[in-house]
């Protein structure tokens, strides 16, 4: 109690709240801007977070994470162009609703919906909390070794529908973990003779080279035509009778949404899809979906926004990140010293209810700045590519040259850069790439501990710990289940033809 308390006292501090409302504008900013997303955002704006305490940062990045998805549906709804991945559900219906002139409606209900799903997942993250607690001290080397070896094979959902694409991305992440000196034996790795790698590959030159300079050479190779701005009417607060039709989905995606955010590596595009098709399948109203239904719009609403609390629980409480933007804010906490995992319920958990008070806060900023001022941030989505662009190359530029003042760093964006364009012309994604990238200094270190625990007796050490072993075979199912499907499938096909 005494930690809650503590970390909702953060709100009584100005900067604290300035960063907030600062976090929120700049989320619902970029949101609203089709092509850069949340995480391309996060990216950006991580070194300017390097100097401040952990519970500034993660204030500040967290409000843009919250207020990105809801940013996302202002242009999904009125120029059927999310501007982040997350929103696409809502472009289904919401856009529909705008050409038969209900885009204000539309635009109330989306705020109201995607306020209630964050605030729902808060309110689960805040209770649950206390539960992830107590599994804190029956975490050791071992167990944090099965727990990264879990989220790498996470990896295999995370990005493109290729695993094993995703896979092979995780394990160049992996192998990029090893360069620099090994603090164990002395010796530098994978150097090549340059000073910049010794201290390993910067964190904040790889994401945003992967995320904000690939994307900016893979939108640079395509025609971006202006989008035309549908008209509307004024933002209009849902009524009674809207919110009757609607109670269903809206409960049904925040559920859905904090339950697939809980879930390594699916985060708020998959929890948006899922709310939209569970809304569709359980609406009393099928008819109206395909040509402008409000709970459509609502329930995928609702669902990425809860999706957006859950993806934190992951990458909080056990160090593996929930979605490819928590695997940035991951990046970031690493970077200032915290060490996220199950022990950071016991030794800072005044950070983690600070964390839980400042999204609550921006879910709620961004319900009144939405409902005033939606109209204004469509009109975002009309900044030409040409301006636009330019002026996140920049950004890039200077957020990996402050980092650690090293023109190194910047050479290592561009070629992470250019790494992050191939990556998309060929159907890899990035997001695995940081994950392993993350998670493969986590691995190597744990292991090391553990080998130094056990001794000889590695495999009797490991025996001995029936949490490591769990997650040891929850990690081969996950990996072996889908292929043994696949091929029982193939199989029974042509014992079926020949019956």
């Not at 805040?126 to 990264?148: D, H, K, M, V």
């Not at 990005?159 to 896979?167: E, M, R, V, Y």
């Not at 034996?185 to 390993?200: K, P, Q, S």
């Not at 009524?239 to 925040?254: D, Q, T, V, Y």
Request: aromatic share 8%; net charge neutral.
């Amino acid at each position: 109690m005494e930690a809650f308390l503590g970390g909702m006292a953060s709100l009584g501090d100005p900067f604290v709240v300035f960063m907030i409302l600062a976090g929120t504008l700049i989320g619902i900013t970029v949101g609203a801007l089709p092509g850069i997303s949340g995480s391309t955002t996060i990216a950006l704006m991580l070194p300017l977070t390097l100097g401040l305490d952990p519970v500034v940062s993660l204030a500040f990045l967290g409000s843009i994470y919250c207020a990105a998805n809801f940013g996302g549906s202002i242009t999904a709804i009125l120029v059927n162009a999310p501007g982040d991945p997350s929103a696409s559900a809502t472009a289904l219906e919401g856009y529909k609703m705008a050409e038969r002139g209900e885009a204000g409606m539309a635009l109330g209900m989306s705020a109201v919906a995607s306020a209630i799903g964050g605030i729902f997942s808060v309110v689960v993250m805040i209770i649950a909390a206390p539960l992830l607690s107590r599994a804190a001290y029956n975490f050791g080397p071992p167990e944090y070794l099965a727990l990264a070896l879990f989220g790498l094979s996470m990896c295999a959902a995370v990005g493109s529908d290729n695993p094993l694409k995703n896979l092979i991305a995780a394990a160049l992440g992996v192998l990029l973990a090893t360069v620099g000196i090994d603090l164990t034996t002395g010796v530098e790795r994978y150097t090549f003779g340059f000073y910049d790698l010794t201290d390993g590959v910067s964190f904040v030159a790889a994401l945003i080279g992967l995320f904000a300079v690939g994307e900016m050479l893979d939108q640079a190779t395509q025609q971006m035509g202006k989008p035309t701005l549908l008209k509307m009417d004024a933002v209009r607060v849902p009524g009674r009778a809207e919110f009757r039709k609607c109670n269903r989905s809206i409960w049904l995606g925040s559920v859905i949404g904090t339950l697939v955010g809980v879930l390594p590596a699916l985060g708020a595009t998959a929890a948006a899809l899922i709310g939209y098709n569970e809304t569709r399948r359980w609406s009393k109203h099928k008819h109206e979906f395909g040509h402008g239904s409000i709970e459509g719009v609502a329930g995928p609403e609702a669902a990425n926004n809860a999706a957006v609390g859950g993806c934190m629980v992951p990458t909080l409480a056990l160090g593996i990140p929930g979605s490819a933007t928590t695997a940035i804010i991951l990046a970031g906490l690493i970077v200032q010293g915290v060490r996220p995992g199950p022990h950071l319920f016991t030794e800072q958990p005044t950070l983690l209810y600070a964390v839980f008070a400042s999204m609550l806060a921006a879910n709620i900023l961004y319900l009144v700045i939405g409902l005033g001022a939606a109209k204004l941030f469509a009109r975002i989505s009309l900044i030409p590519a040409s301006l636009l662009w330019p002026a996140v190359f920049v950004l890039s530029v200077i957020g990996a040259y402050g980092a650690n003042q090293s023109m190194g760093d910047v050479w290592l964006m561009m070629g992470f850069g250019i790494l992050g364009f191939l990556f998309r012309r060929i159907g890899f994604s990035p997001a695995p790439l940081i994950m392993g990238l993350v998670l493969g200094a986590m691995v190597e270190e744990s292991l090391k501990q553990s080998l130094l625990i056990f001794g000889d007796g590695v495999v009797a050490g490991f025996a001995g710990r029936p949490i490591a072993l769990v997650l040891f075979a929850i990690t081969a199912v996950g990996l072996l289940a889908p292929p043994a499907y696949r091929l029982l499938s193939r199989m029974r096909q042509p014992q079926a033809r020949e019956v």
